[in-house]
């Protein structure tokens, strides 16, 4: 309670200030900072604007009920607040930096452009701006132009860690890997528990088919942040897979579903895997579960009819092909592997008749 008396006193002392001299919109327009500074933003916005009333040309005023209103998510208030600032003030680069990242909150992309450039026209040392422009810029999919900005900023403040994740995160977006993961790294030389950096610094490097690097880079976004989307746990066990150790990845794949148990590709990769360790049964099964979500995947109706053909259950696998055929009648290859199926299944059949008339002799 002493805190909060603490940060009331200036309220208090404004409003005697204002009781002497209601007609000062400069202890409107304090009233409204101090009370902005405890987070009641409403009643800030009518204090700024009473002080606004009383002068209409005070620019810092309508400029702080502009960020007020953007901290309330009314947004086209905000820029109608931050133009009527930058008309009476035109050379404010904040003013134009938080319009632009209001506009570009509105997906008005061009317009935020402008205004992150004017704000570096008045300020050209504003790294946060120069990002900010980046980030739009990537938006647009101008991917060059994006990171010529990002790089602008990390010139002025080279520990600047947004604009080299962002960075980094445009240049694998574009294909650029090997650069993409330096400027993760350098990322995080800055925050070492950015989880986000090591996650897409992953996926770069099992991009580039850096299999166990990637591993260690999902372990420790895992170790980071334990309750991580099931992406990453299904990323790694696609890491641990292509480096053959298919019973840690199946583990993998088992902590993604159990988070999110209806994504049919790893119920489908774990399948992969039990059949590269040769359990057909417990891989059919996956593949069922893939097929219930999602009826029409070729790839696990055909691995399915491949894993039951090995275990000798023929009338189950031509099936299966049955089913591959209605979704691809035009592959003349499937009639071939149905065919052997079947002369498999014949074959089966003729040795248990001859069997049983071996059997039936005296």
Not at 79 to 93: E, G, H, V
Not at 120 to 133: C, G, Q, R, S, V
Not at 192 to 218: C, F, M, T
Not at 259 to 269: G, L
Request: net charge neutral; charged share 25%.
């Amino acid at each position: 309670m002493q805190k909060l008396a603490s940060r009331e006193k200036p309220i208090s002392s404004g409003e005697k200030a204002i009781e002497l001299n209601p007609q000062d919109p400069q202890t409107w327009y304090d009233r409204g900072n101090a009370l902005e500074a405890m987070g009641r933003f409403q009643a800030a916005i009518e204090s700024w604007e009473k002080a606004i009333e009383l002068e209409p040309k005070f620019p810092e005023a309508w400029y702080n009920k502009g960020v007020a209103l953007r901290k309330l998510g009314q947004l086209q208030e905000a820029i109608t607040a931050y133009n009527k600032s930058l008309k009476i003030q035109q050379k404010n680069p904040e003013a134009w930096y938080n319009l632009g990242n209001v506009l570009r909150k509105l997906n008005r992309l061009s317009e935020a452009i402008a205004s992150y450039e004017k704000a570096i026209e008045l300020k050209p040392d504003y790294h946060e701006a120069w990002t900010n422009l980046g980030n739009t810029l990537a938006n647009l999919e101008r991917f060059d132009a994006a990171i010529a900005s990002y790089d602008k900023a990390i010139a002025i403040q080279a520990d600047y860690c947004e604009a080299w994740y962002n960075k980094a995160f445009i240049l694998r977006k574009s294909g650029h890997n090997i650069a993409a993961i330096t400027a993760y790294d350098k990322a995080l030389e800055q925050k070492p528990d950015l989880h986000q950096a090591w996650y897409n610094r992953g996926v770069a490097l099992a991009d580039e088919k850096l299999y166990s690097e990637a591993i260690a880079s999902y372990d420790k976004t895992l170790q980071l942040r334990p309750n991580s989307p099931p992406q990453v746990w299904n990323k790694r066990g696609t890491a641990i897979a292509q480096i053959g150790q298919f019973e840690a990845a199946i583990d993998s794949w088992d902590k993604a579903l159990a988070i999110e148990p209806n994504d049919s590709e790893t119920w489908y990769n774990r399948g992969l895997a039990l059949a590269k360790l040769k359990h057909f049964e417990a891989a059919i099964a996956s593949w069922d579960k893939t097929i219930e979500l999602q009826p029409d995947n070729v790839e696990a109706w055909y691995n399915r009819a491949v894993a039951l053909k090995k275990i000798g259950r023929f009338a189950e696998a031509i099936a299966s092909y049955d089913q591959i055929i209605a979704l691809q009648p035009d592959d003349p290859n499937l009639y071939y592997q149905q065919a052997c199926v079947y002369a498999l299944e014949k074959q089966v059949l003729n040795i248990v008749k001859d069997l049983k008339k071996t059997a039936r002799k005296p």
